[in-house]
Structure formats: C-alpha cells, structure tokens
C-alpha cells in the first residue's frame, strides 16, 4: 500500500504538489517511486524554464525503466533539487521531503489537480 498524504494535491502523471501562494512544490508519489523500483538518474527541468501543466518537463531512470516527469501546472522553475544529481535514491527514501524535484511559480491557478481521495481512487 503506498502512502498517500493528504494535504497534497496529485496528477493522475503519480506527480505531487504542495504550494504555499504561488508557488508550487512537485515530486513524483510513493506508488511511481515503488513502481520504478531503484531511482537511479533524475533529469530535472531547468531554473528560468517554462512549463505547461500535463507536459513533459523531465524525466526519471530507474533500474527497471525511464518515465516522464509531467508538469503539474503551468508557470517558470525557479528551483530545482540539485542533491538529487548526486543522489537520486532519495526519491526512493523520502518522496515527499528531500526527493522533491522542483518549484514552479503558476502563471494561473491549476484546476485539474486531485485531492487525497482521488489520488487514491486511482491507485487502488
């Protein structure tokens, strides 16, 4: 079972976000990070780039695969996990604290983000 927070707000991408104003925090979700077993590489947007939410933006390579990270909104990086270079694992360990992967300030207020319950519905 993996975890699910509340508090949070998901993509139906396994990608999560928090946000305090405009800014928003993503990383990928406890059931993408089980689902590509070992993290072992992370390509993570550029500071200063645009993305558009439900776009490709990055990517993560596990030993079993290579998966898209999507955009959960639409807005300009202004930061990025540079530790993840060094050590990707942490998605593995703690998706939901150090193994976050960027902050984008929104250009416009996301609407098709998923509450706790729904995240869950489509993981179950």
């Known amino acids: 079972m993996s975890i699910i927070p509340e508090g949070l707000q998901y993509t139906k991408e396994h990608e999560w976000v928090s946000h305090s104003d405009n800014l928003y925090t993503m990383g990928i ?26 776009t490709v933006c990055g990517e993560v390579e596990s030993t079993k695969s290579v998966s898209e990270l999507f955009a959960p909104v639409t807005g300009t990086v202004t930061s990025v996990n540079d530790a993840l270079a060094n050590s990707p694992e942490v998605i593995n360990s703690d998706p939901y604290g150090a193994g976050w992967l960027a902050i984008i300030e929104v250009s416009a207020a996301p609407s098709d983000l998923l509450n706790h319950t729904e995240y869950a519905t489509i993981t179950a």
């Open 29 to 54: 979700t406890d059931f993408a990070q089980s689902a590509l077993g070992d993290i072992v590489y992370v390509q993570l947007p550029k500071v200063g780039q645009s993305v558009v939410a439900g």
